[in-house]
């Protein structure tokens, strides 16, 4: 991002709509976080704007308010899986101990998400 805030969003804004002009379906605009940001966007693009969240981004609900279509959470998932191993084995390695497998789903929980 180079040149001051209004540089950019106002050339976010132009390749939005330029895109939307060449035939797409929609304006993916990753790394926005502030509301007022996100507001002008979804105000200057003419077509549905879809968002990348993470964990400085506002809520669901009041993104859905700002008028965004649509919410990725890109790799963040396999993300904070990745790290929840990382401590357990940090904790394997380190203590010895087994606290990682506290508040955690039972083997039932597990096999009732996959049963269908």
């Not at 035939?23 to 940001?37: I, L, Y």
């Not at 308010?65 to 396999?78: D, E, F, H, K, P």
């Not at 497998?101 to 597990?110: A, E, K």
Request: aromatic residues 6%; glycine residues 12%; contains cysteine.
């Amino acid at each position: 991002h180079y040149g001051d805030d209004a540089d950019v969003l106002d050339d976010a804004i132009t390749r939005g709509n330029a895109y939307l002009a060449a035939g797409a379906g929609c304006v993916f605009v990753p790394w926005v976080r502030d509301k007022e940001r996100i507001k002008a966007l979804v105000d200057g693009i003419d077509g549905p704007v879809n968002m990348l969240a993470a964990a400085d981004t506002p809520p669901l609900a009041e993104l859905q308010a700002l008028g965004v279509a649509r919410v990725t959470v890109g790799g963040s998932l396999a993300r904070a899986c990745i790290s929840a191993a990382q401590a357990a084995a940090e904790e394997l390695l380190g203590p010895g101990t087994f606290e990682f497998g506290r508040d955690v789903l039972t083997q039932g929980q597990v096999h009732a998400l996959f049963k269908d």
